[in-house]
C-alpha cells in the first residue's frame, strides 16, 4: 500500500471533503507498515475498498415550522461498513452537518465498533437542521419527517441508528414513535439511546462520558499517574461532556472549564452536582450558551466570552463536543498552562496539528475512537437487552462498560507501544481496529 497514492485519488475524487480525507490520512498513516506485512490485504484491495462506504442515502426533509412555513433540509444515512455486523452508528442534526463529515464519522465509527468486542458495523446520519432556538414541537415535526425518508433503510438487524450531536433522548423518542407508525413493527432494537420505560439502557445517556473516564483512568495508571485531585477543562455541556463531568467528579477530580460557542465558564472550586444537573437544563433549551452557566451559578462560575475551555489552566483536556474543536495553537497555550494529558472525547476533536504537537512535546495524548467507545459500547449492550427482551441493573451494565473499555486499553497498549515503553494510542487504537476490519473482509470474499 502506498499511503499518498491512495490518498491523492481520493483527494482528486472527493475534493473539499476535508474531513473525510483527514480521518483516512490519520488511519493510513497508522497502518501502513503492519498493513504491508500481509501482502493477502493488498491482492483483496481492503484499503480501497474499506476506505469507501457501502452506500449514502441522501433525501430531503419538508416540514412545518410553528409559523405555518414550510422548511427544507437535507438528510443522510452513511452505511459505511458491515464486515463485523450490521451497521451502528449516531445521527447527528447540527448546521454545519455535510456528507464529507459524515462520512469521516462513519469511517472513524467503522473503527471504534470494532474495539468495543462487540459485533457491529460502522454507520452515520443526520441532516443540517438547526435545532438552535427551535420548539419541542418543531424539533418533533422535524423527526418525524425525517424518519418518513429513513425508516425502510433500517432495522435491529440491518442498521440501528442513535444519538449524537444535537439529537438526544427527546429526538430518539420522536424518531421511534414514526418508525413504529410506519413500520407497523414494535422491536425496540431499531434505535438505541431510548427512554428507560420503552427499551433503553440504564447508564446510555452517561455512556460515553463514562466510557471516556475509565479510558482515560486506565491511560493515568499505565503512565503511574492517579486522576484524584487533578484539575479538568472540558468542552460542550451535551450529554457526552454531563457524563464525563459526573464521573470525573466521582473519581475524584475538580473540573474547573466548561465550553460553549459563545466562551468558557470557569469554576474555580470545581463543578457541583447542581451544575452538572443544570448542564442537562443549557442543553435542553437549545440556547446554546454556557453563558447560562455563569448566569445560574454568579459566585461559583466566571463567564468569558469568545474563550474555549483550553484558555484555563488545567492538567487534563477533554474535548467533548465536535470534531477538529482543538487547534495547534489550543494545544501550545494548553502545554504552556501545565497541561500534560489530553484525551479526545469528542471525534476527531483535535486538529492534526494539535496531534502532532502533544505527541512531540510528552504530552499524553489518546483518539476519540479509543476513548469515546464506551457510547457505541452500550448502545451495543441496549441492543443486546432489546434482543432478549430483557433489562439490566446500573451494576451490570456499568461492570461491562468497565470491562470493554479496559479492553480497548489493552488492544492501543498491544498495536502501540513504542521501543521505549511508552504507548502511541493513535497508532495502537488505529492498527487494533483495522486488522479486526480487514480480516473480517478478507475472510468474506470480495463484496
Known sequence: MNTNEILAKLRAKYPGENEYLQAV??????????????????????????????????????????????????????????????????????????????????????????????????????????????????IMRFCQAFMLELWQCIGPDQDIPAGDVGVGGREIGYLYGMYKKLARQYNTGVLTGKGSTWGGSILRPEATGFGALYFTQHLLEKAGKDIKGKKIALSGFGNVAWGAATKATELGAKVVAISGPDGVCHIPGGITKEMIDYMLVMRASNRNKVEDMAVKFPGACEFVAGKKAWSIPVDIALPCAFQNELSEDDAKELAANGCWCCCEVSNMGCQPGAIHYFQNNGILFAPGKAVNAGGVATSGLEMTQNAEHISWDAKEVDDKLHFIMKSIHEQCVKFGTRADGSVDYVKGANIAGFMKVATAMLEQGTV
Do not use: C
Request: hydrophobic share 35%.
Open 25 to 138: 490520512q490519520e488511519v493510513l498513516e497508522s497502518v501502513e507498515e503492519v498493513y504491508n506485512q500481509h501482502p493477502e490485504f493488498e491482492k483483496a484491495k481492503i484499503v480501497e475498498r474499506m476506505v469507501e462506504p457501502d452506500r449514502i442515502f441522501t433525501f430531503r426533509v419538508t416540514w412545518v415550522d410553528d409559523q405555518g412555513q414550510v422548511q427544507t433540509n437535507t438528510g443522510y444515512r452513511v452505511q459505511f461498513n458491515s464486515a463485523i455486523g450490521p451497521y451502528k452508528g449516531g445521527l447527528r442534526f447540527h448546521k454545519a452537518v455535510t456528507p464529507s463529515m459524515l462520512k469521516f464519522l462513519g469511517f472513524e465509527q467503522t473503527f471504534k465498533n470494532a474495539l468495543t468486542t462487540l459485533p457491529m458495523g460502522g454507520a452515520k446520519g443526520g441532516s443540517d437542521f438547526d435545532p438552535v432556538g427551535k420548539s419541542n414541537d418543531e
